[in-house]
C-alpha cells in the first residue's frame, strides 16, 4: 500500500523560503504524477503543482509561477517543493499527492483532486509576521 509522508511544513516570515518533502514508500509504478495541493481555512482546495514520473514535465498554477519550484529525487523516491517569496495568501495545509491511473497528468485532475488515487496527511504552511 502506498503511503506518502510529507515534512518541512512550518512558520516563516512573508518575503522567506521553506522546502517541503514528500516521501513515497510502498510504490513500484513508472507511469504517475505526483505533486501538490493546498487548502487554506475557508477556503476550497487548491491544486499547486505536479510532476511527471520521469521529472520531465511540471506544470504550476498561476498563484505561485515563478516563486515555487517542484522537482523529484527518484532514487529517495522524494518530491520537493521550493517555496520562494511566500506571502501570506500561501498560507494553507499542504498535500502531497499522486494519480497513476488513466490521465494522471490531466488539468482536470490535478485542479480538483479528483482522480488522484493517493493523498499525504498534510504539512502545515503559516505565513506571517
Known amino acids: 500500500q502506498l503511503q506518502l509522508v510529507e515534512s518541512g511544513g512550518g512558520l516563516v516570515q512573508p518575503g522567506g523560503s521553506l522546502r517541503l518533502s514528500c516521501t513515497a514508500s510502498?510504490?513500484?509504478?513508472?507511469?504517475?504524477?505526483i505533486g501538490w495541493f493546498r487548502q487554506a481555512p475557508g477556503k476550497e482546495r487548491e491544486g499547486v503543482c505536479r510532476?511527471?514520473?520521469?521529472?520531465?514535465?511540471?506544470n504550476y498554477a498561476d498563484s505561485v509561477k515563478g516563486r515555487f519550484t517542484i522537482s523529484k529525487d527518484n532514487a529517495k523516491n522524494t518530491v520537493y517543493l521550493q517555496m520562494n517569496s511566500l506571502k501570506p495568501e500561501d498560507t494553507a495545509v499542504y498535500y502531497c499527492?499522486?494519480?497513476?491511473?488513466?490521465?494522471?497528468?490531466?488539468?482536470?485532475?490535478?485542479?480538483?483532486?479528483?482522480?488522484?488515487?493517493?493523498w499525504g496527511k498534510g504539512t502545515l504552511v503559516t505565513v506571517s509576521s
Open positions: 499527492a499522486l494519480a497513476d491511473a488513466i490521465n494522471y497528468y490531466s488539468d482536470i485532475v490535478w485542479a480538483t483532486g479528483y482522480g488522484i488515487n493517493y
Open positions: 510502498g510504490f513500484t509504478s513508472d507511469h504517475y504524477a
Open positions: 510532476i511527471s514520473s520521469a521529472g520531465v514535465s511540471t
